[in-house]
């Protein structure tokens, strides 16, 4: 056998280790679900920015758990948004078109910014509807 | 050239040098010494017997227990605590297989078998600051007992800081208190080269001869039959 | 092309919705490690902003920088290029060459003087006037005189450019040396690494976008942002550091199990780099990660800092030859004074033994 040639094993992965540092950020997503309740002022926890191992998020994301809604965002790329099983309580993960996580938040707030359309987009998107409304019916049609 | 790597280069270069040379100069320079022939007739014949002392001197008689008992445990608690840090955390460990390997070209492991030892990075530290609080306990002690402070020079103002030294910046830098890695560990080496620049020449000294005073201390009693 | 257009509005035009921006803008801060809130106050202020010139010249360099910037993801290098500055000069990504490269070169300089950033991989060779390296028959160092005259600010990406590198290390037979010692009336920041992380090259010219300055430096003219920490700081690998767990050989137990590499020579404790956090290819992996030590490629002189896999506890306390002579000089000494020593007992005993042969005194 190849392996009794040479003993190659692959690393325990340390990842599989919880370094303790979950708990803190859970703390802090906990004030922030806190203050949104009295205030509806929501915010927002970078996990990059976190020293967390792919253990830690695993352990955060199985403690917050599903919630009732889950959204995909096609914006230059797919972006999910779930709730977790505390409302109020998001769960975000931004990829790009190559399907590469570019962010992941968890984001306290009663929708999360991305979803919501932008009254730019929102103007401008009257004013394509309005130009179809307008139209003559025959050429709507076409 | 930055402070780092003067302090892992040059630095370190002229240390070892200086202290290299000032303990053999001090030795050599005590060892060739002539000694006062003792014309009296030997009360003991076996004065070997008086090596004892190296380790008779090593507890306080019960006399003078009462009055030493504290200068005898911090001393106990500050080398103890001193050595497992030195001879211990690996990074010194390493230093020293460098130094081995360069000057004998000998490993640990190669002449004994096994590698030496290193602790948790968690021990040491605790070693250390039990140490640095067994310091500063003499040196309050050495400042408030009159006689001690009577008896004290520049010598031993200046050997307790170039001890303490090497300890609280190495702490320092294992834990990042106070300023970036690289300073603290600057200072740690820098430190470390005071150390062993003024070992030979001060009360540090100690550390190669007192087993060697002791001895022939011992003997010296044996022949004209004091009690040890 | 109309360069007064805001980003905004060239997004806009090209079908880049607010969303899509937004996101953007999110990973961004993110990877700038600035807080979550800073994304849609990002998006405000890059949406508004016009897309800044950006001239990049490689000197005496070997091109790693330009590859490693072609793997950034967030932002990735088509939408750097296209949507957020306007890239008019890079010999290896551009597709003009010669005279008319040459002549972009000149028109941009001009028309952009005094506002353009200015990018440089590479270190400049000071031999015989830099002719050890030249562009079009101009040095490198006459080049990057020029150039620097009407740059906004200068970004020096790699060890080259940023400390001089690997042309610099001894005996630096060109006598490379770092932009900043040529250049010393503009702001400069050095993006080290060889090669820097792509994302860390993009973060620093996404924060000039959004914030219009440049980021907060460190001593050597790092971006605090990226080079805050050292890799032995953030690496998943220091818990086995701290426990004592060490890997003796590249093959053994430890190795295997992913302990420290501190004993094969990793420089992570004295180099200031994101590889830990960031990692690299899109987050994959980075060198210890991968079993390997630091090399410490993003500090000056990494190459000349003796061997990459001895320990950095071993420091350099010479050599069994300066120890010996250092020893045999003590030895002499020490005899000396014993000798000394004998010489004044002798006398005196000779003199305790005679004192009519002393000189009365007074």
């Not at chain 3, 020490?334 to 000798?339: K, V």
Request: hydrophobic share 50%.
């Amino acid at each position: 056998m190849q392996d009794e040639v040479f003993p190659l094993r692959f690393e325990r992965a340390p990842a599989a280790v919880l370094t303790g540092n979950a708990r803190p950020v859970l703390a802090e997503v906990a004030a922030l679900a806190e203050r949104f309740a009295e205030s509806g002022a929501g915010g927002a926890v970078d996990l990059a920015a976190m020293p967390l191992s792919p253990a830690d998020v695993d352990w955060l994301r199985g403690t917050l758990g599903r919630g009732e809604v889950s959204a995909v965002i096609e914006a230059a790329g797919a972006s999910s948004v779930e709730e977790t099983a505390f409302a109020g309580v998001w769960w975000v993960t931004h990829r790009n078109p190559l399907g590469e996580v570019v962010a992941e938040l968890i984001e306290v707030a009663a929708v999360p910014a991305i979803i919501a359309a932008a009254r730019e987009d929102a103007a401008a998107g009257a004013a394509r509807l309005a130009a179809i409304v307008a139209a003559p019916a025959a050429e709507a049609l076409a | 050239m930055d402070l780092l790597a003067f302090a892992r280069g040059p630095g370190m270069q002229w240390a070892t040098a200086i202290f290299v040379a000032g303990v053999l100069w001090r030795l050599v320079g005590v060892a060739l010494l002539r000694r006062k022939p003792d014309l009296s007739a030997p009360r003991v014949a076996a004065k070997w017997k008086g090596l004892r002392l190296i380790v008779l001197r090593s507890w306080p008689r019960k006399e003078f227990l009462g009055g030493t008992a504290f200068t005898e445990v911090m001393g106990y608690v500050f080398h103890i605590g001193f050595l497992v840090a030195l001879f211990f955390y690996l990074p010194h460990v390493l230093f020293f297989a460098d130094v081995a390997q360069g000057l004998l070209g000998v490993t640990f492991k190669g002449v004994f078998g096994v590698a030496w030892p290193t602790l948790p990075g968690g021990i040491i530290y605790f070693a250390s600051a039990v140490s640095v609080a067994a310091l500063i306990a003499v040196l309050v002690h050495r400042l408030v007992n009159p006689v001690k402070r009577l008896i004290s020079n520049f010598d031993d103002y200046f050997s307790w800081f170039v001890t303490i030294a090497p300890i609280a910046t190495g702490m320092a830098a294992y834990s990042h208190i106070g300023a970036p890695y690289q300073t603290l560990l600057a200072l740690h080496l820098l430190s470390v080269e005071l150390l062993m620049v003024w070992f030979p020449f001060g009360k540090l000294m100690h550390a190669f001869t007192i087993f060697a005073a002791r001895g022939s201390t011992g003997m010296l009693f044996e022949r004209k039959g004091a009690t040890l | 092309m109309n360069p007064a257009k805001t980003i905004g509005e060239r997004l806009a035009e090209a079908g880049v919705s607010r969303r899509a921006f937004l996101k953007f803008c999110t990973a961004l801060a993110s990877m700038m490690a600035l807080p979550p809130a800073a994304g849609p106050a990002m998006a405000q202020a890059i949406a508004t902003r016009e897309r800044p010139s950006v001239i990049w010249l490689p000197f005496q360099e070997c091109t790693g920088c330009t590859e490693s910037i072609t793997r950034s993801h967030t932002p990735t290098l088509e939408s750097l290029i296209f949507d957020l500055v306007s890239l008019d000069y890079q010999e290896t990504l551009m597709a003009a060459a010669g005279h008319q490269a040459e002549a972009v070169l000149a028109a941009a300089m001009k028309e952009n003087f005094g506002k353009y950033l200015l990018i440089v991989d590479g270190s400049v060779p000071l031999v015989e006037d830099g002719a050890y390296s030249c562009t079009a028959g101009r040095s490198n160092l006459a080049l990057l005189k020029e150039a620097a005259q009407g740059a906004a600010a200068i970004i020096c990406v790699g060890t080259c450019s940023s400390y001089g590198g690997i042309p610099r290390a001894a005996p630096n037979p060109t006598q490379a040396v770092p932009v900043s010692a040529v250049v010393k009336d503009r702001p400069i920041v050095n993006v080290p690494g060889c090669p820097p992380i792509p994302v860390v090259i993009t973060g620093v010219l996404a924060h000039y976008l959004t914030f219009g300055n440049l980021p907060e430096l460190d001593p050597l003219g790092r971006p605090k942002a990226f080079y805050g920490e050292t890799i032995h700081d953030r690496c998943y690998r220091r818990p086995f550091y701290d426990q004592g767990r060490f890997a003796k050989t590249f093959d053994d137990e430890g190795a295997r199990s992913g302990w420290c590499l501190y004993e094969l020579g990793c420089k992570g404790p004295v180099t200031y780099n994101a590889c830990a956090t960031l990692k690299w290819n899109a987050g994959t992996s980075f060198p210890i990660q991968s079993g390997h030590g630091c090399l410490g490629c993003s500090e000056p002189d990494f190459w000349d800092r003796g061997s990459f896999y001895r320990p950095l506890a071993a420091a350099d306390w010479g050599s069994a030859k300066t120890v010996g002579a250092a020893a045999a000089a003590g030895v002499a000494l020490g005899a000396a004074a014993a000798w000394a020593a004998r010489r004044r007992q002798d006398r005196f005993v000779k003199e305790a033994a005679a004192p009519a042969d002393r000189k009365p005194e007074g």
